[in-house]
């Protein structure tokens, strides 16, 4: 089982930035994908960004140009920089650790607040 703990959110103005870091624990081996998914008031949770182990990327295409992940396989860390926020922006976001699309068996963070509004 994965534990994963986020850290990062909070309240920015449109066009600042924030970095969301998230770090996983428990038992395993080896993580296949690391990445953050969010949920914003009355909508479905969504796919921000993921990267494999092998570094492997994608991004929604809201977040292109504008949102960057990184992953440290040792530390066993997962970040999302996030620049040029909007106001729609503004959502949960959730750190995911799994495979390529989430099942039954992926593993989610409690989630943290990012607002984004002047």
């Known amino acids: 089982q994965v534990q994963l703990a986020e850290s990062g959110g909070g309240l920015v103005q449109p066009g600042g930035s924030l970095r969301l870091s998230c770090a996983a624990s428990g038992r395993f081996d080896s993580i296949n994908v690391m990445g953050w998914y969010r949920q914003a008031p009355g909508k479905e949770r969504e796919l921000v960004a993921i990267i494999t182990s092998a570094g492997t990327t994608n991004y929604a295409d809201s977040a292109k140009g504008r949102f960057t992940i990184s992953r440290d396989n040792a530390k066993n860390t997962v970040t999302l920089q996030l620049n040029s926020l909007k106001p729609e922006d503004t959502a949960v976001y959730y750190c995911?650790?799994?495979?390529?699309?989430?099942?039954?068996?992926?593993?989610w963070g409690k989630g943290t607040l990012v607002t984004v509004s002047s």
């Open positions: 995911y650790a799994g495979n390529w699309r989430p099942s039954i068996m992926s593993n």
